[in-house]
């Protein structure tokens, strides 16, 4: 707005004002887009290691005591003498092994997401960025809203539908 101001003021630097003015507003413009990408990438990046990564970390840790419960119970009935009890531990023993049995699932499950996200999501996601950067530093603007389109999308295209590109969830439901 400054520049539009001066422009009218010096009648001799009409023309450079001007070209500064919409220089600067295509600056903003595009900054603020670039802002956009990258409030996303840190968004993207936040979810992968505060809620991915502590989310695995809380069921390894879940795993690693329903281990110790489980062999504890184990332990125990080794050590019982056949009589009265030996029915009850041997049910409480059996829901120990389903808990640690379950969150040992759980865990496999939760590291291969956690991969997954590692390099799949990341890798798309680190890519998008360098190419929003890239589109801003070299003024491209078509390029930078197609970049901003692609953070935005949610369905794959017909190309990602093979096995081979499926997640490892995806290919566990089919």
Do not use: W
């Amino acid at each position: 707005d400054q520049f539009l101001e001066l422009k009218q003021k010096s009648f001799l630097l009409c023309d450079e004002f001007s070209y500064n003015a919409e220089t600067q507003r295509v600056l903003i413009r595009n900054g603020e887009i670039l802002l956009n990408a990258l409030h996303y990438f840190i968004s993207t990046l936040n979810t992968l290691c505060t809620k991915t990564i502590e989310d695995t970390m809380t069921t390894i840790r879940l795993y690693e005591t329903a281990r110790l419960e489980y062999d504890a119970c184990r332990t125990e009935i080794e050590l019982l003498s056949p009589g009265s009890q030996m029915n009850q531990k041997q049910d409480e023993f059996q829901k120990y092994k389903e808990k640690y049995e379950q969150l040992k699932c759980d865990v496999s499950i939760k590291l291969k997401f956690l991969d997954e996200n590692q390099t799949k999501v990341m890798k798309k996601q680190l890519l998008l960025f360098h190419n929003a950067i890239a589109a801003y530093f070299s003024g491209n603007k078509e390029a930078l809203d197609a970049t901003m389109k692609q953070f935005n999308l949610k369905v794959q295209s017909n190309d990602d539908n093979n096995q081979d590109t499926k997640s490892f969830l995806e290919q566990l439901n089919h």
